[in-house]
T-cell receptor, first 116, second 112 residues
Framework: DARVTQTPRHKVTEMGQEVTMRCQPI?????VFWYRQTMMQGLELLAY????????DSGMPKDRFSAEMPDATLATLKIQPSEPRDSAVYFC??????????????FGPGTRLTVL | RKEVEQDPGPFNVPEGATVAFNCTYS??????FFWYRQDCRKEPKLLMS???SGNEDGRFTAQLNRASQYISLLIRDSKLSDSATYLC?????????????FGTGTQLKVEL
């Protein structure tokens, strides 16, 4: 049963610390997405990769957030330094894009981040 | 103004009731639309796609009105297990074909 995996599932850290979240997309998928979900804003797209190349990171605060795909099986989202307002659930999703047609995005279980 | 807007609810309905959710989108270039379901403290999962002609999947019916930029989801004979948050989603197809814009969700609570 193929699924997206994310680690850690929960993270509590202090303000100013670096946080790294990891995602393993479904094997064979060529698109990876990072979302942040809060009660107030809902699901917000932070970054989007296609064939490991970043296509859109306009939703990501550039001064402290960075997203990478070192290889096809790993995507990372890093926050440095973290702030209390970064507290949220961070979801990774993957999908198989063919041209401009939509293909379902499959979400991982999320990383619940609390910054004190 | 958010690109996809939904009534946050909650909608509290008795088991067996019919309930309808509405959603509006602002990007007229959006081509594809979907409903995702999210259970409490879980990840979103695709419930169904929405087509211009309307589509049905068991007790669920989705409809799209492009002229009014309006999407709906109808749930008939609601079950306790339908309790969840329902996310309206648009695919603006700007540059990346799979980029989705999510509404903040409508919470449904089905009660005995």
């Amino acid at each position: 049963d193929a699924r997206v995996t994310q680690t850690p599932r929960h993270k509590v850290t202090e303000m100013g610390q670096e946080v790294t979240m990891r995602c393993q997309p479904i094997l064979g998928h060529n698109t990876v997405f990072w979302y942040r979900q809060t009660m107030m804003q809902g699901l917000e797209l932070l970054a989007y990769f296609r064939n490991r190349a970043p296509l859109d990171d306009s939703g990501m605060p550039k001064d402290r957030f960075s997203a990478e795909m070192p290889d096809a099986t790993l995507a990372t989202l890093k926050i440095q330094p973290s702030e209390p307002r970064d507290s949220a659930v961070y979801f990774c999703a993957s999908g198989l894009a063919t041209g401009f047609s939509y293909n379902e995005q499959f979400f991982g279980p999320g990383t619940r981040l609390t910054v004190l | 103004r958010k690109e996809v807007e939904q009534d946050p609810g909650p909608f509290n309905v008795p088991e067996g009731a019919t309930v309808a959710f509405n959603c509006t989108y602002s990007n007229s270039a959006s081509q594809s639309f979907f409903w995702y379901r999210q259970d409490c403290r879980k990840e979103p999962k695709l419930l169904m796609s929405v087509y211009s002609s309307g589509n049905e999947d068991g007790r669920f019916t989705a409809q799209l009105n492009r002229a009014s930029q309006y999407i709906s989801l109808l749930i008939r004979d609601s079950k306790l297990s339908d309790s969840a948050t329902y996310l309206c989603v648009a695919n603006p197809l700007t540059g990346g074909g799979n980029k989705l814009t999510f509404g903040t969700g409508t919470q449904l609570k089905v009660e005995l």
